[in-house]
């Protein structure tokens, strides 16, 4: 039954209303595609932390980490610690080499180090990749907000692409910047709310429940694994090891090879700026997950350990039947918000790679900046319509969004950073060699998602040491055998 008042609807309909046209105003006017895809002037550094954080913080985020903590504990913190130091090599690993020279995307250094062939392959599967895990969390944004607007599915999708599409089209990235970085207090500011408003409604001594809780185990943070076995230790994922180091590298790819992320920090427009933006982006999400975890625990108060059907259920099934309202519309303009930063940064990034790295590459004319200019606003229409569909795609889904989206992601996140750090690491390596090791850690990925041999904490690391390994081997060989041929010759 929908409880939605009329306050309710007016707050989320006031709210994406503003998002879109404050997105068109602060977005300025666009003259050329770097205008477009990169800012009209250099973009204040902690503008672009804001925007990292609210775009890599989708709904399925929002929604499915207070129900881990619901099921489980506070665990999940020791990967946004890791999340953390990931980000910190990033900034002094990866960075400097993009800022060199003039970068348009995260691709273009794989272009300088190895060849077209290599950025262009990268670019592609990072479209093909993005396309069908944001499709996931695309829809995984279409549940909540069916249910608290009462509407089907497809209208849901559609009313947060055509939201975003607006400012995106109009605004260009400075536009999707400033609305991300105003969206990341939106719905933080919708979860410390609903936590103030738990711990409020708790009724009795809330610290003696507290008490209760902790001794449950709710309350760790800090999972050694030490007492594991050694099948069991890796198919553990929050074990201190296994988050740390799933933590790190997953950051290290997510934020060092994504065009998502790496596109806001090309904006700052120098590497100072960026290495400032990119590690209090790490800070910042290590308090958001406390947040959200801690937000969890609260909940596992108030409903005194209830059994939902999936964890995803507990946050929702709360704002739909125990905020009064206003505030419902509130936090479901701060679900909103989620979705709308993450799709924003996913057309956005989408539309640049696939201008910079494979339309301007294969194209065979170099056309007038008008020209250009509509062209990538039409990938930007192009790309919103994709993911739209791509979202209908998943209607089915039968498991858990979150886990899905994850594997999508496990499948090349590895490999791409291993080709990345090869070109850093090893100088002998060439195009052949890049492309090798890349194409074998995605195939090595398949064997491992498909059979579950290990947990997801695992998953980029194990990409990354086969890209590097191979890579490495296959340089070894080449080498040898021109020393052969210049011997005989």
């Known amino acids: 039954m929908n409880s939605f008042s009329f306050v309710d609807y007016s707050i989320v309909v006031i709210y994406l209303i503003f998002a879109a046209l404050w997105g068109r105003f602060v977005g300025g006017k666009q003259r050329s595609v770097k205008d477009y895809f990169l800012g009209t002037e250099k973009v204040k550094w902690w503008l672009v932390t804001f925007s990292i ?16 903590a619901y099921l489980t504990n506070l665990h999940f913190l020791q990967v946004t610690v890791g999340y953390l130091f990931g980000r910190i090599i990033v900034a002094y690993l990866l960075l400097p080499q993009y800022f060199k020279g003039d970068l348009s995307t995260a691709y273009a250094f794989l272009e300088s180090r190895f060849g077209k062939n290599t950025r ?30 009462d509407i089907d599915y497809p209208y849901a999708i559609l009313i947060i692409v055509f939201v975003t599409l607006i400012y995106t089209y109009t605004g260009g990235l400075k536009g999707v910047i ?38 449950l185990g709710k309350l760790d943070f800090l999972n050694p694994g030490f007492n594991l076995d050694f099948r069991t230790f890796f198919n553990t994922p929050y074990t201190l090891l296994a988050g740390l180091t799933g933590g790190a590298f997953l950051s290290m790819a997510s934020h060092g090879t994504d065009q998502l992320v790496v596109q806001r920090l090309l904006a700052t427009g120098e590497l100072k700026s960026a290495q400032k933006a990119v590690i209090a982006s790490g800070l910042i999400i290590v308090v958001q997950f406390a947040i959200f975890l801690i937000l969890g625990v609260l909940l596992h108060i108030y409903f005194d350990g209830r059994v939902f059907n999936k964890a995803d259920e507990v946050f929702p ?20 918000a989620a979705a709308l930063s993450t799709l ?55 498991g858990a969004a979150v886990e899905v989206a994850l594997s999508i992601a496990s499948f090349t996140s590895g490999g791409l950073l291993g080709t990345f750090l090869l070109g850093i690491i090893n100088k002998k390596a060439d195009q052949r060699d890049a492309i090798t090791g890349f194409l074998t850690s995605i195939a090595v990925m398949i064997g491992v998602i498909s059979f579950k041999w290990m947990a997801w904490t695992w998953f980029t690391l194990i990409g990354v040491s086969v890209c590097l390994l191979v890579g490495s081997i296959s340089a070894l060989i080449q080498n040898r055998n021109k020393i052969k041929k210049n011997e005989l010759n």
């Open 53 to 68: 954080v609210a775009a890599e913080t989708s709904t399925l985020t929002f929604i499915s980490i207070p129900g881990v």
């Open 317 to 336: 099934f709360f704002i739909i039947n125990h905020l009064p309202s206003g505030l419902k519309g509130v936090l479901v303009a701060g679900l909103m």
């Open 344 to 398: 924003a940064g996913s057309v956005s990034s989408l539309a640049s790679s696939s201008f910079y790295d494979v339309y301007s590459i294969l194209g065979k004319k170099k056309l007038k900046e008008e020209r250009q200019l509509l062209i990538s606003k039409r990938l930007t229409i192009f790309w919103a319509a994709v993911l739209a569909v791509s979202a209908f795609f998943f209607l089915e889904i039968k």
């Open 120 to 149: 262009t392959t990268a670019s592609i599967v990072f479209i093909f990749t993005r396309v069908a895990g944001d499709g996931v969390r695309l829809f995984a944004t279409a549940v909540p907000v069916k249910l608290l607007l």
């Open 178 to 215: 400033w609305v991300d970085a105003m969206q990341m207090f939106v719905y933080l500011g919708g979860a410390i709310i609903s936590s103030l408003v738990i711990w409020y409604l708790i009724p009795g001594d809330f610290f003696a429940k507290l008490g209760t809780e902790a001794t």
